[in-house]
T-cell receptor, first 112, second 116 residues
Framework: RKEVEQDPGPFNVPEGATVAFNCTYS??????FFWYRQDCRKEPKLLMS???SGNEDGRFTAQLNRASQYISLLIRDSKLSDSATYLC?????????????FGTGTRLAVRP | GAGVSQSPSNKVTEKGKDVELRCDPI?????LYWYRQRLGQGLEFLIY????????KSGLPSDRFSAERTGESVSTLTIQRTQQEDSAVYLC??????????????FGPGTRLTVT
């Protein structure tokens, strides 16, 4: 099993739709979780950290489910500008220190 | 403040030549990472520096790849005797690191390497 897994998509949704992505992780001892956004031919940019209690930033909500070992990202009222690849990242094994393990990303395409 | 910077932004080289890629992390960040991303693929971890600890080189694909970092500043990634399969975007990231209990990584714009 991969350390971090994501559905590659693409998710094709109309503007205004609500869309959710999940990301599963294998290491139950993981402590830090993040969502990144990567536009075509650009570097990943930190979208949000994922806290145990869940957190919201505008139209974006991130949640952590430790029991089932996954994190989720919910995007409400999708905009054309949300079209990108969304990467999850997880702090892995204790021995790996600060290293994050990245998923391969979920592609989102928002259509007019 | 200034983000992570990388140079050059693009590099075209002939097969067999050596290349050196540079990364300037965010000031104060103790941890620095190199990744490779081939076209349409995910991030491939290469190497990680944390303060003055020995680097984690577990992701380096072959002994043609090496990296150095002096203290908590600039890092260089060197690829010797480049091969066509080395063509990719090389991304550098930095984070405050475990000393500051923060693992959020911030990426530079990358160096696009093309080996002809």
């Amino acid at each position: 099993r991969k350390e971090v897994e994501q559905d590659p998509g693409p998710f094709n949704v109309p503007e205004g739709a609500t869309v959710a992505f999940n990301c599963t992780y294998s290491n139950s001892a993981s402590q830090s979780f993040f969502w990144y956004r990567q536009d075509c031919r650009k570097e990943p940019k930190l979208l949000m950290s994922v806290y145990s209690s869940g957190n919201e930033d505008g139209r974006f909500t991130a949640q952590l489910n430790r029991a089932s070992q996954y994190i989720s990202l919910l995007i409400r009222d999708s905009k054309l500008s949300d079209s990108a690849t969304y990467l999850c990242a997880v702090n892995g094994r204790k021995s790996s220190g600060d290293k994050l393990t990245f998923g391969t990303g979920t592609r989102l395409a928002v259509r007019p | 403040g200034a983000g992570v910077s990388q140079s050059p932004s693009n590099k075209v080289t002939e097969k067999g030549k050596d290349v050196e890629l540079r990364c300037d992390p965010i000031s104060g960040h103790t941890a620095l990472y190199w990744y490779r991303q081939r076209l349409g693929q995910g991030l491939e971890f290469l190497i990680y520096f944390q303060g003055n600890s020995a680097p984690d080189k577990s992701g380096l694909p072959s002994d043609r790849f090496s990296a150095e970092r002096t203290g908590e500043s600039v890092s260089t990634l060197t690829i010797q005797r480049t091969q066509q399969e080395d063509s990719a975007v090389y991304l550098c990231a930095s984070s405050l690191g475990r000393d500051r209990f923060s693992y959020e990584q911030y990426f530079g714009p990358g160096t696009r390497l093309t080996v002809t």
